[in-house]
């Protein structure tokens, strides 16, 4: 689905990617984990198209991620992304924000757009919050709106940039659930987060980022349960101090 091959990006004279070799299979969730300023952002930047990379390869489905490509426009349609801050128009309602990309992207009729909005909204528990403006929701709330937005323009996969931390403990719950369900479904799905019992319950394999090169990647329950690289290590022991476990 996803294939990354000696990838390279740099900002100025600081090289923020350095070789990144990745594989995503369909249906697989992948985890980026890793210390801020390792890159993990960025790669997931490069392979929607929104940062251009120096050298290697990205395709997506066999098609080269290029941002300055024709072909761009119909990349993203294929893997949509959600941020850390949820970018809802202020001015729309949950319903509207789901509808704007189908409508104004894919062409879709504002008929069949607001039919499968609904489904969506539905779909990650917001069925009631239709009407609302997304000041009238939490933050778990219009991250779930993020999501059904990304989802509305039925991607082939979703990277997800840290979905879950600019939001209070007691919400990011609710977020990870529709994550779950998503990864259930066999969604392809690539995730820079901190939380890692979601990464060990939910990903097929955890990659740790470290000074823009994967350092160490496999199945979850071994990168996080039995690293074998000490930055890995130290990285996960720092989490242990801080959080109070990892599992």
Request: glycine share 8%.
């Amino acid at each position: 689905m996803i294939s990354i091959q000696s990838l390279h990006k740099s900002y100025g004279s600081t090289r923020v990617l350095e070789g990144i070799d990745l594989e995503v299979q369909s249906g697989q969730v992948v985890c980026l984990i890793g210390p801020s300023g390792s890159g993990k952002s960025t790669l997931l930047r490069c392979i929607n198209g929104l940062e251009t990379y120096e050298g290697g390869d990205i395709l997506v489905s066999d098609e080269r991620v290029d941002r300055n490509a024709k072909t761009i426009h119909e990349i993203r349609t294929q893997v949509a992304m959600v941020f850390q801050r949820f970018n809802l128009f202020p001015h729309r309602t949950a319903l509207q924000n789901v509808m704007e990309g189908p409508i104004y992207v894919k062409k879709e009729s504002p008929e069949a757009a607001r039919e499968h909005a609904k489904a969506l909204l539905e779909k990650v528990g917001l069925a009631h919050r239709m009407e609302a403006y997304p000041d009238e929701l939490s933050g778990g709330q219009q991250q779930r709106v993020a999501i059904a937005r990304a989802l509305a323009m039925r991607p082939k996969a979703i990277l997800f940039d840290e979905p879950t931390s600019a939001l209070d403990p007691e919400l990011v719950g609710e977020v990870l659930a529709v994550m779950r369900k998503l990864a259930e479904e066999g969604m392809t799905m690539v995730v820079v987060t901190h939380e890692m019992g979601f990464a060990r319950e939910v990903a097929d394999k955890v990659c740790f980022l470290y000074g823009g090169r994967i350092v160490e990647e496999g199945p979850a329950r071994e990168v996080l349960g039995a690293p074998q690289q000490p930055r890995t290590q130290e990285f996960l022991r720092r989490l242990l101090t801080t959080d109070g476990g990892v599992a």
